[in-house]
């Protein structure tokens, strides 16, 4: 069964680009997520999907990030326009959640890791 | 809000050392506690998790107990192997999932 796909894995723009992830979860997950890792952190979420449906944005912000799920599957998680502190790692996670609380178990992808210069 | 803790790193031991990282946690309910793995180049990978007070979770040689009364969850090893070297978040949930921020261990033949 194949896991949690991310693309790019690693992009380097400038400041001001615009910049996308994508994200395609493992089969039948219903709950996707976005987390931001910064070096020697751990991750914090960024943005919750339940199917299409985004639960919990709270930490997104939203003056330059957007992200779209749009028919529950796969997502994209984008940055416009970027700024220095956005260079991270990027994580998407999916689960098979009953309800709006996390179970905790989920499943990562690699990253994408962006580098801003 | 709920958190965790986690010892500082990055740790580093000999093959067939015993490993303990420490984790404390700080939650308003009654949280479910995890350990979380990332090998070099890998994606977080779920290592154990306990639901509940006393519950010991344990997979690939690793423990952890939830203990409510010192509000810990410490990961252990008894002898560890150089396919260990990763870095170890401990987590929570109540109902959202919080990480700590990692421990980096290096295990050398």
């Known amino acids: 069964e194949a896991g949690v796909v991310q693309s790019p894995r690693y992009k380097i723009i400038e400041k001001k680009q615009p910049v996308a992830f994508w994200c395609n979860p493992i089969s039948g997950h219903n709950t996707l997520y976005w987390y931001l890792q910064n070096l020697g952190q751990g991750p914090e979420l960024l943005i919750r999907y339940e199917n299409e449906e985004a639960v919990d944005d709270s930490q997104l912000p939203k003056d330059r990030f957007s992200a779209e799920r749009l028919k529950g599957v796969d997502s994209t998680l984008k940055i416009q326009p970027a700024e220095l502190g956005d260079s991270a790692v990027y994580l998407c996670a999916s689960s098979l959640e009953i309800g709006r609380y996390d179970t905790g178990e989920l499943f990562f992808g690699e990253g994408s890791r962006l580098t801003v210069l | 809000g709920d958190s965790v803790t986690q010892m500082e790193g990055p740790v580093t031991l000999s093959e067939e050392a015993f490993l303990t990282i420490n984790c404390t946690y700080t939650?308003?309910?009654?949280?479910?506690l995890f350990w979380y793995v990332q090998y070099p180049g890998e994606g977080l990978q779920l290592l154990l998790k306990?639901?509940?007070?006393?519950d010991k979770g344990s997979n690939k040689g690793f423990e952890a107990t939830y203990r409510k009364e010192t509000t810990s969850f410490h990961l252990e090893k008894g002898s560890v192997q150089v396919s260990d070297s990763a870095v170890y978040f401990c987590?929570?949930?109540?109902?959202?999932?919080?990480f700590g921020a990692g421990t980096t261990v290096t295990v050398r033949a």
């Open positions: 306990a639901t509940k007070a006393d």
């Open positions: 987590a929570l949930t109540d109902y959202k999932l919080s």
């Open positions: 939650a308003t309910g009654y949280p479910s």
